[in-house]
C-alpha cells in the first residue's frame, strides 16, 4: 500500500513537473522587451526609436525598462492585483503589453485586473507558444515581408529586415519562457483580463461562471446568474464584441469555447480607421486570407497536379504587409501618446495603491449599475 | 510437440533455400490503410452515393466494395514474389485500389522492375514513406481553409460563407477519426534503395515529409551496376524510350522527379483545361482589384469588395482538384479494364509482366 502510494506521489510529482504548470499568480517582465533590446530594431538609435512612436519629446525609457510582462497562473487574491500595479509603477508608464497565461480564478482579481488594464491604455496577448516556447513580438512594429514589392519603400524609421535580425540576434542568448502544457493559454477568468485590453490580442477560451461554495440549488442558480449579468455588462464595457458575450453565455462552464476577441472596441476601431487611413484588423485577416489562399494552392501544386504561378499571390502578401507596417506604427503611435498620458494622469507622483483601488472599485460599480 | 513445430517449419525453409538458391521468399507486407477503407471513405462524402458519384463521376453509378481499401502500405524489404503479391492485392481490389504508400528497402532488380510496370499498368498514385511517422489524408481531395472574413472591423459577426469544397465538411470530420497515424515498422520506415524504382512507376509521386533520424547504420552498398540499370528501367517505364548510356537524367533518377510525368501534366491540363482557364481568369480579376486597393491604400471598403474574388478564386481552386480527383480515377478504371476485360486472369497477368521485366532488364543490360 505504501509502495503504492509512493508511486503515485511520484507519478503526480512527475506529471506536474512535465506540464511544467505555474502554480501560484506571478508576474514578470519578458526579457525580449526590454528596451536596451527593442532599440537594436531602430540599429541601437533611441532617437529613430523615439520618431518611430512619436514619443513626446524629452520622455525617453531606461534602457531596463520592460515593455511587456507576463502574468500566469491562477488569479487567486488582491495581492495578484498588487502585482500587476507594481509592475506598472516600476516601469513607469513604458510598459505596454500584458502577456497572459492563466487557466483563470476567481472572477474579481479579473475583471479588476481588466480595469486595471484597460485604464493603463495596456495591450493584452492571450499567451501562444512554438516549439514549447512562449512567442514574444514587439506590440508596435511588424517584420518587413520577405521580398519587399518593387513599388515599395519601407516607411520613415520603421525597423528594417536588418533592424530586426540585430533584435532577433540581442534576444536569442536569453532563457526561453517555456510553455510546455498545463496553462498555456488564456481562459476563464484570465479572459477578463484579456477584455480588458485596449488591443486585444489572441484566442481567448471562454465558459459561464461557476461556483464550488456549499449552497442550496436556488441561491446557486440565482447567484450565478447574477455573476453572468455582471460578466456581460462588463464584456460589453470593454467592447469584447457581440460573438464573444454570445459564446460566453452559450459556453456551459465545464468546457470552454476557443474565441477570437475583437481587436479594438467598435469606437477605437472607428478611430484607427479615420487617422491611419486603413483597419489594421482586416488588413490582418487580409493577409492571413492571401496566405491560406496560397498555401491551398501550393498544396494543389504539389499533390494533385499543376495550377497556377503563385507569384501573384506573393505579391499581394508583400503589398498587405507593407500597408500593415504602416498602419501599425500609426495606431502604436496613438496608443503609446494615449498610454504615456494615461500614466501621467494615474501616477502623478509614483502608483498609490490605495487610490488606484479606488478608481477600479467605481469603475466596477458603474458596470455592474448597467447590469441590473 | 513443440519442439516438432518448431523445427519442421524451418527444415522446409532450409529446404526451399537450397532448391533455389539466390533468391530471397516474398518479404514486403501489403497491409490495408484502415481509414482508407472505402466504408471509412463514404462519410467524407455524407454517406451519400450520389454525393460520391457527383464528385468522381465513374462511368456506372456503382460504388467500390466497401470493405476493399483505396490506400495500402507496402512495408518491408524487397524480395521474390512481392510483385505477384502486389498483383493480387490489385486484383482483389477490382480497381478500387488508389494509392500505395512505400516503405520498404532493399534490391532485386526483377521484382523492381515488374512492381514498376504493374503500378504503372494499373496508374496507380505512389508515395514514398519517410519516418516511421505516417499520417493517412484522402489523395483525391483536400480540406480547403476557411474563408476569412475581409468585412471591416465593426463588432458584427462576418456573414457565413459556404464552405469552398462540398467535402470540407466531411473532410473536417474525417479528420477527426484516431486510425489516421498509421504505425510503421521502425526497422522499414523509411522508401530506400528498390522502393524508388517503384515509386518513380506512380502516376502521381509524392513524398511524406523526411523525418529525423534517418535510418541508423552502416549505409548500405550500392551497386552501380544495379544503380545504373534501376535508374534506366525507372526511365524507360517512365518515358517510353531508353536514355543513351550518358544521358544526364539517368544521374536524377529515380529518387529527384518531379510530381508527374510530363504525359501525366499534359494530359490533366488537356482534361481540366476549362477549369485552368476559370482559375487563371479568376486569378487576374482578383491581381486587378487588388491593384485598385492598393491604389487606394487598401481602404476598407477596397479591401471588402476583395472577398467575393477570393471566394469565386478558393472556389475554382476546389474545382481543379475535383477535375484532377475525377482524371486520376477514370484514368485507373480504364486501366483496370485494359488488363482486366472481362475478369482478372492474375496468372496470365502475372507472366506477361513477368516477361516484360525480364525482357526490359535483358534490354538495359545492353546499353553500356
Known amino acids: 500500500m505504501v509502495r503504492i502510494a509512493r508511486f503515485l506521489a511520484i507519478v503526480a510529482i512527475g506529471l506536474l513537473a512535465a506540464t511544467e504548470r505555474v502554480s501560484a499568480f506571478e508576474v514578470r517582465c519578458i526579457e525580449a522587451s526590454r528596451y536596451q533590446h527593442l532599440v537594436r530594431l531602430f540599429d541601437g538609435d533611441i532617437k529613430k526609436f523615439a520618431a518611430y512612436l512619436n514619443w513626446p519629446a524629452g520622455q525617453l525609457p531606461r534602457p531596463q525598462y520592460c515593455r511587456a510582462a507576463l502574468i500566469e497562473g491562477p488569479l487567486k487574491d488582491r495581492t495578484d492585483i498588487a502585482k500587476v500595479m507594481n509592475i506598472i509603477g516600476e516601469n513607469h508608464g513604458w510598459l505596454a503589453a500584458l502577456y497572459l497565461r492563466s487557466g483563470g480564478g476567481k472572477v474579481f482579481v479579473g475583471v479588476n485586473t481588466g480595469v486595471l488594464a484597460r485604464s493603463f491604455w495596456l495591450k493584452t496577448y492571450a499567451a501562444a507558444q512554438r516549439n514549447g516556447v512562449m512567442e514574444y513580438q514587439p506590440d508596435f512594429a511588424i517584420p518587413p515581408p520577405d521580398h519587399l514589392p518593387a513599388s515599395e519603400s519601407m516607411p520613415a524609421n520603421s525597423p528594417t529586415a536588418a533592424g530586426w535580425e540585430a533584435y532577433r540576434a540581442s534576444i536569442a542568448k536569453l532563457p526561453p519562457i517555456k510553455m510546455t502544457g498545463g496553462e498555456m493559454f488564456c481562459a476563464s477568468a484570465c479572459t477578463q483580463i484579456h477584455a480588458g485590453g485596449i488591443d486585444r490580442i489572441g484566442i481567448s477560451r471562454v465558459h459561464r461562471a461557476h461556483n464550488s461554495s456549499n449552497k442550496t440549488l436556488g441561491q446557486m442558480d440565482e447567484g450565478l446568474t447574477g455573476t453572468d449579468d455582471f460578466l456581460v455588462a462588463y464584456y460589453k464595457y470593454m467592447d469584447a464584441g457581440p460573438d464573444f458575450m454570445r459564446m460566453y453565455l452559450m459556453t456551459a462552464s465545464q468546457i470552454v469555447t476557443p474565441l477570437p476577441i475583437n481587436r479594438h472596441s467598435r469606437h477605437m476601431a472607428d478611430l484607427f480607421i479615420t487617422k491611419c487611413g486603413a483597419d489594421g484588423d482586416q488588413l490582418t485577416r487580409l493577409e492571413k486570407q492571401i496566405e491560406a489562399s496560397n498555401a491551398d494552392f501550393k498544396f494543389l501544386n504539389t499533390f494533385y497536379g499543376p495550377s497556377i504561378d503563385l507569384d501573384r499571390l506573393h505579391r499581394m502578401a508583400g503589398h498587405v504587409r507593407m500597408r500593415r507596417i504602416a498602419v501599425e506604427q500609426c495606431m502604436a503611435a496613438i496608443n503609446e501618446r494615449e498610454r504615456l498620458t494615461a500614466f501621467t494622469g494615474l501616477c502623478p507622483k509614483g502608483c498609490d495603491r490605495k487610490q488606484l483601488d479606488a478608481l477600479i472599485a467605481k469603475k466596477l460599480v458603474d458596470i455592474r449599475k448597467t447590469s441590473h | ?368
Open chain 2, 1 to 368: 510437440m513443440r519442439t516438432k513445430t518448431f523445427i519442421l517449419p524451418l527444415l522446409a525453409a532450409l529446404l526451399s533455400s537450397a532448391i533455389m538458391p539466390g533468391t530471397a521468399a516474398a518479404t514486403l507486407t501489403f497491409n490495408c490503410v484502415e481509414p482508407s477503407r472505402y466504408a471509412n471513405i463514404l462519410p467524407i462524402f455524407n454517406d451519400d452515393p450520389n454525393a460520391y458519384f457527383d464528385y468522381f463521376k465513374p462511368a456506372q453509378r456503382r460504388l467500390p466494395n466497401l470493405q476493399s481499401c483505396r490506400a495500402l502500405i507496402v512495408n518491408g524489404s524487397i524480395g521474390s514474389g512481392d510483385a505477384e503479391a502486389l498483383l493480387g492485392k490489385i486484383v482483389a481490389g477490382q480497381g478500387g485500389l488508389a494509392v500505395l504508400y512505400l516503405a520498404f528497402d532493399g534490391s532485386n532488380l526483377v521484382e523492381e522492375a515488374k512492381m514498376a510496370l504493374i503500378v504503372r499498368a494499373f496508374a496507380l498514385k505512389t508515395s514514398a514513406v519517410r519516418g516511421p511517422r505516417f499520417v493517412y489524408s484522402p489523395d483525391f481531395a483536400t480540406f480547403w481553409r476557411e474563408p476569412v472574413a475581409l468585412a471591416r472591423s465593426a463588432g458584427n459577426s462576418p456573414a457565413a460563407v459556404a464552405p469552398f469544397s462540398p467535402l470540407d465538411g466531411g473532410l473536417r470530420l474525417f479528420k477527426t477519426r484516431k486510425d489516421l497515424l498509421l504505425p510503421v515498422a521502425k526497422e522499414h520506415a523509411f522508401c530506400l534503395d528498390g522502393c524508388w524504382a517503384v515509386w518513380y512507376a506512380g502516376v502521381d509521386r509524392t513524398r511524406s515529409a523526411s523525418q529525423a533520424p534517418a535510418p541508423a547504420g552502416p549505409a548500405p552498398h550500392i551497386d552501380a551496376t544495379v544503380a545504373r540499370r534501376r535508374a534506366l528501367l525507372s526511365h524507360f517505364i517512365d518515358s517510353g524510350q531508353w536514355a543513351a548510356a550518358n544521358d544526364p537524367v539517368l544521374k536524377r533518377v529515380p529518387i529527384s522527379a518531379r510530381f508527374w510525368t510530363e504525359k501525366v501534366e499534359h494530359s490533366l491540363r488537356q482534361v481540366c483545361e476549362a477549369e485552368l482557364s476559370v482559375v487563371k481568369s479568376l486569378e487576374s480579376s482578383l491581381s486587378q482589384s487588388f491593384d485598385a486597393s492598393v491604389k487606394r491604400k487598401l481602404d476598407p471598403s477596397s479591401v471588402e469588395e476583395l472577398t467575393p474574388l477570393f471566394e469565386r478564386f478558393n472556389r475554382a481552386g476546389a474545382r481543379i482538384e475535383k477535375c484532377y480527383a475525377v482524371a486520376y480515377e477514370r484514368g485507373r478504371m480504364a486501366n483496370f479494364r485494359r488488363q482486366c476485360p472481362k475478369t482478372c486472369d492474375a496468372s496470365a497477368l502475372n507472366d506477361t509482366f513477368s516477361k516484360q521485366a525480364e525482357k526490359l532488364l535483358q534490354e538495359a543490360s545492353q546499353i553500356k
